[in-house]
């Protein structure tokens, strides 16, 4: 199931493609791209992985940019 995520205080496209690749490699996410110019990281996982992959994905943004978070749950 792919989900679409708001990233808020995302500053810097470099730190972005760190983030990425980070993500991308988390046990179980199949593909994972983050859009800089929308503020928006789109996850493809299975759906039963979400609720652990959502607090880890967070830690890695804030690892890269510690004012970077994911915004209220997937967005629309």
Request: net charge positive.
């Given at each position: 199931?792919?989900r679409?995520?708001?990233?808020?205080?995302?500053?810097?496209?470099?730190?972005?493609?760190?983030?990425?690749?980070?993500?991308?490699?988390?046990?179980?996410?199949?593909?994972?791209?983050?859009?800089?110019?929308?503020?928006?990281?789109?996850?493809?996982?299975?759906?039963?992985l979400?609720p652990?992959?959502?607090?880890?994905?967070?830690?890695?943004?804030?690892?890269?940019?510690?004012?970077?978070?994911?915004?209220?749950?997937?967005?629309k």
């Amino acid at each position: 199931m792919k989900r679409i995520f708001k990233l808020e205080n995302l500053g810097c496209a470099h730190c972005a493609a760190k983030m990425e690749r980070a993500i991308a490699k988390l046990a179980g996410v199949q593909e994972a791209s983050i859009n800089f110019m929308t503020q928006k990281l789109i996850v493809e996982a299975d759906e039963a992985l979400f609720p652990s992959l959502i607090p880890e994905m967070d830690r890695i943004c804030r690892k890269f940019e510690p004012d970077c978070h994911l915004q209220g749950g997937p967005a629309k």
